[in-house]
């Protein structure tokens, strides 16, 4: 077959544009030590390098829950490791006051401890970590506990004659906290006992009513109904009988909400333990509150009912701990595996997508003398002028 000049020089004119490509290529993969920069370099590489980046992205996710997840469970167990502490000297104050040899004053001076350890419990238990407060459960937008609101269970007077066991109830509307007095006036039973109400102290008293077996409790010539309910088992109630219902800072807001993040595609971790967990179940401030109320009356027979109340509190407490510690200690091995497979995906990435830097430069050395070459062979037949457009 003939060959014209016209088909040569559309030969030569396509092999330096061939080898300008190669040379552009070789350039860009130089400059960006990557060998896939688009799905045509590599379908099949492209596709497996997606796969791969999009494991790793979910990976790091992982990774910064269970970071995440770190930094709440340290909080609590730093938390619960401060109540451990403040059991510690709630204990001391009870076994001091619970012999003998104690006297009012001394009893005084203990409920005033036991009232500063109950406000440090209660700013321990409203510890906020970033936006979360780490014990309300679900309910992390508000502190665990209230200022007010927290119907305590009435304590009888260390001589009343009545036996039967007394339980509050209801919820509180108040505004501030405050205590009640209840005085029986009129000896009987449920239904012929009369009683009234003192919200000062038993400066001023409310006039006599009726006893029922569940009684609302407010002062109803100076004060209102605030939702206070008193209940009593059957028995005989003797003038004189009294009862003392406190409502107290520490009413629980949050919830018994587990919060989970994602450690992995397949498993969950724990971030908290709740309120309703750590402090309710096991009646810590009802405890507390009781043991400064049995200081207050000097009633040494509720001074040793709360001490063996706080032993087991403090068994409680350390086992609440333990689990804090468990869950850290599975963070830490979730994340160390976590770790080592995102290494390894991103090792597989850098072998797909990488270059090997000396092979592409000796490439690059070749491909430009290849170019080269094309340039001169072309230049033999048309003017330096195009040649040098070229």
């Known amino acids: 077959m003939r060959i014209t000049g016209n088909m040569a020089l559309s030969s030569l004119y396509g092999q330096v544009s061939k080898n300008?490509?190669?040379?552009?290529?070789?350039?860009?993969?130089?400059?960006?030590?990557?060998?896939?920069?688009?799905?045509?370099?590599?379908?099949?590489?492209?596709?497996?390098?997606?796969?791969?980046?999009?494991?790793?992205?979910?990976?790091?996710?992982?990774?910064?829950?269970?970071?995440?997840?770190?930094?709440?469970?340290?909080?609590?167990?730093?938390?619960?490791?401060?109540?451990?502490?403040?059991?510690?000297?709630?204990?001391?104050?009870?076994?001091?006051?619970?012999?003998?040899?104690?006297?009012?004053?001394v009893n005084d001076i203990g409920a005033q401890e036991i009232q500063q350890l109950i406000d440090r419990s209660l700013n321990i238990a409203n510890t906020r970590v970033r936006d979360r407060y780490i014990f309300s459960g679900y309910n992390t937008d508000k502190p665990a506990y209230s200022e007010s609101g927290k119907i305590l269970e009435p304590m009888a007077a260390a001589g009343n004659l009545y036996t039967g066991k007394t339980?509050?109830?209801?919820?509180?509307?108040?505004?501030?906290?405050?205590?009640?007095?209840?005085?029986?006036?009129?000896?009987?039973?449920?239904?012929?006992?009369?009683?009234?109400?003192?919200?000062?102290?038993?400066?001023?008293?409310?006039?006599?009513?009726?006893?029922?077996?569940?009684?609302?409790?407010?002062?109803?010539?100076?004060?209102?109904?605030?939702?206070?309910?008193?209940?009593?088992?059957?028995?005989?109630?003797?003038?004189?009988?009294?009862?003392?219902?406190?409502?107290?800072?520490?009413?629980?807001?949050?919830?018994d909400g587990i919060i989970e993040f994602n450690g992995s595609k397949h498993a969950q971790i724990q971030t908290n333990l709740s309120g309703q967990e750590v402090f309710e179940?096991?009646?810590?401030?009802?405890?507390?509150?009781?043991?400064?109320?049995?200081?207050?009356?000097?009633?040494?027979?509720?001074?040793?009912?709360?001490?063996e109340q706080l032993k087991t509190l403090q068994s409680d407490f350390k086992q609440e701990t333990a689990k804090a510690g468990v869950r850290l200690n599975q963070i830490e091995v979730a994340r160390s595996n976590m770790k080592a497979v995102t290494e390894r995906v991103s090792n597989n990435i850098a072998d797909i997508e990488n270059v090997d830097v000396y092979k592409v430069l000796s490439e690059m050395t070749m491909f430009e003398s290849a170019l080269n070459s094309s340039v001169k062979a072309l230049s033999k037949v048309l003017p330096n002028s195009l040649i040098n457009l070229i």
């Open 20 to 105: 300008m490509e190669s040379y552009r290529r070789i350039q860009e993969q130089v400059s960006t030590e990557k060998q896939l920069l688009r799905p045509s370099d590599n379908p099949g590489g492209m596709a497996s390098l997606n796969n791969l980046n999009t494991t790793k992205s979910a990976n790091e996710k992982y990774m910064q829950n269970m970071d995440e997840a770190d930094t709440y469970l340290k909080a609590t167990d730093s938390a619960l490791s401060q109540i451990n502490d403040i059991l510690a000297e709630a204990r001391t104050v009870a076994e001091l006051n619970a012999t003998g040899s104690s006297n009012n004053d």
């Open 167 to 255: 339980f509050s109830s209801g919820e509180f509307t108040g505004k501030e906290n405050k205590s009640y007095l209840v005085r029986i006036v009129t000896a009987g039973q449920t239904g012929g006992a009369e009683y009234k109400v003192s919200e000062d102290g038993g400066k001023t008293w409310g006039s006599n009513r009726i006893l029922t077996f569940e009684t609302a409790i407010f002062d109803d010539a100076h004060g209102k109904d605030e939702g206070v309910k008193l209940r009593f088992e059957t028995g005989t109630f003797a003038v004189g009988d009294q009862f003392q219902i406190d409502v107290v800072s520490g009413k629980y807001q949050g919830d």
């Open 281 to 307: 179940n096991n009646n810590y401030f009802d405890i507390m509150y009781r043991l400064k109320r049995a200081l207050e009356n000097h009633n040494q027979n509720e001074i040793g009912e709360s001490l």
